[in-house]
């Protein structure tokens, strides 16, 4: 049995991240994986033996200010999941909270987890729109397509991978070319739209790591992704664009 567990998700839930907790119930189901999705909300502690894929969306700051401190005291279980083989999905507001800090436009400060080395100040103006990133996963090249929209710009420490090169896009500052974070099973992201419909590919390999933390290492079987693939291209089109 494999557990999906969004993270808040009545707060750090925006641009459709919802659906990447649909396509993965979906994608294991079609595959007759047993899967089950237990949402844990503010106040709840994560119960890190029973999360084989954590997902934290995004938020606006003031949504994020208000579970920054929760996300925190779930530290220790995140991280003891992580280190049980759990794989951890972050998106935007989510991605920022893994790292040391973000600091608002006021100065306002909130403390993330430090899950990953990472930093995020907000930035003058908001880089908003279509993305298109070279990913690299367990040494595989993919396309990563999706939409972003946000004011942080993050500096990943110097030890921490990317999760990708932007082709087209802001990605983590608009400056490094570099996007999103990739450490172990950790991914962070600034990419929204929502993510997986859009990269089945990085859907499997969420699934696959939650297989394997279970002991079952068979490749997954291959689901018909056509259109998934053609939204892809499209996505891709208008980033380049
Ligand atoms: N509040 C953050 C920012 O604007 C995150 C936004 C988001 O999650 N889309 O940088």
Known sequence: MITIVPV???LLSIYADRGNVIVLEQRARWREIDVAVHPIAVGDDLDAANADIILIGGGQDRDQAL????????TPALRSAIADGAALLAVCGGFQLLGHRYRGHQGDEMIGTGLVDLETEAGDG?????VLVEATVNGMRHDLVGFENHAGRTTLGSNVAPLGRVIAGGGNNGLDGLEGCL??????????GPLLPKNPWLADQLLAWALDR???TTSLEPLDDRLAHL???RAADLARR
């Not at 908001?126 to 279509?130: A, D, P, S, T, Y």
């Not at 450490?183 to 929204?192: A, K, S």
């Open 8 to 10: 808040y998700p009545q």
């Open 183 to 192: 450490d172990g099973r950790v991914v962070g992201t600034y990419i929204h």
């Open 231 to 233: 939204a892809a291209a």
């Open 126 to 130: 908001r880089l908003i729109g279509n």
């Open 214 to 216: 279970h002991g079952v």
């Open 67 to 74: 579970v920054a401190d929760e996300l925190r005291r779930q």
